[in-house]
């Protein structure tokens, strides 16, 4: 597998209404609990390809900043990472969005129209029932690398242009309904996991996480953190979900499940 490469930015861990993954926003719980009748097998086998739809946002006129080949490198990686579970993804449209005003995509509504800039593109390039992925020069208010909708929202992911194999691979994470390893909306998970079907990410084979209060040598730690209980934990820094920068490229078993049930049950409209 090619290496990730991670674009870091400052990300938003502020909560949305609408399903928006934006790193950090959440729908309600309820809307995302899996049916743990579903985890006594430890691996799915979807076989499965699902449709994508790109778009490349002009940067100027007439002026594409991103190579195809680029982005085929990317959901190369990505069909390899999503393998163990029988999912894959095939580019089937590649579409060039002439308007270079919506390159940089504002999350704020226009004041005139009361639309932002991804209504505005949704309004006039969007495929439904494909995953439809967008590449933008820059994502504002708040500014972050990409975003993606968890299951229920429409079909999208937007991601900055050189960001990378990595940052897909965490907004596709969300795509299929995967928090963060550091979630704490449901509660602080314990290190013994007594709790991990009820708080953190809500999944039991990703260890309790702290989002990044360690001190790190080239995804080494140099200390340790406690959790509630006092006890000292380490949380994977190879995990996709988590904010390791580099770190960063893999799912777990638990994970892979997690998504597999999301799209067997919410998400399998797509084709």
Excluded at 26 to 41: G, H, I, Q, W, Y
Excluded at 208 to 229: H, I, K, R, V, W
Aim: charged share 15%; glycine share 10%; hydrophobic share 40%.
């Amino acid at each position: 597998m090619k290496a990730f490469h991670w674009f870091l930015v400052a990300m938003s861990f502020g909560l949305a209404s609408n399903g928006l993954a934006q790193c950090g926003a959440l729908p309600p719980k309820e809307a995302l609990l899996v049916d743990e009748s579903a985890r006594l097998v430890t691996e799915y086998n979807l076989n499965k390809t699902l449709s994508v739809n790109v778009y490349i946002l002009a940067a100027a006129f007439n002026v594409y900043d991103i190579g195809t080949g680029v982005i085929e490198d990317e959901w190369e990686d990505l069909n390899e990472l999503f393998e163990p579970i029988g999912l894959s993804f095939q580019i089937c449209g590649w579409h060039f969005v002439p308007n270079y005003n919506w390159n940089v995509v504002d999350r704020e509504p226009n004041t005139e129209t009361g639309m932002n800039t991804e209504d505005a593109i949704l309004s006039q390039f969007y495929i439904p029932k494909t995953i439809n992925v967008y590449y933008v020069g820059d994502i504002i208010n708040p500014e972050i690398a990409g975003y993606a909708y968890f299951p229920g929202g429409p079909d999208v992911i937007v991601v900055r242009k050189g960001a990378g194999s990595g940052v897909l691979a965490h907004e596709m994470g969300h795509f299929f309904g995967l928090y963060h390893t550091f979630e704490t909306s449901y509660g602080l998970e314990l290190a013994n996991g007594s709790n991990c079907s009820s708080t953190g990410d809500l999944v039991c084979d990703t260890p309790a996480d702290n989002n990044g209060s360690f001190n790190l040598d080239e995804c080494e730690y140099t200390d340790m953190a406690t959790d509630a209980n006092g006890q000292p934990y380490t949380p994977y820094l190879s995990n996709i979900m988590a904010y390791y920068g580099g770190c960063g490229c893999k799912f777990t078993v638990g994970q892979y499940n997690r998504m597999a049930w999301m799209y067997l049950n919410q998400r399998n409209y797509l084709f």
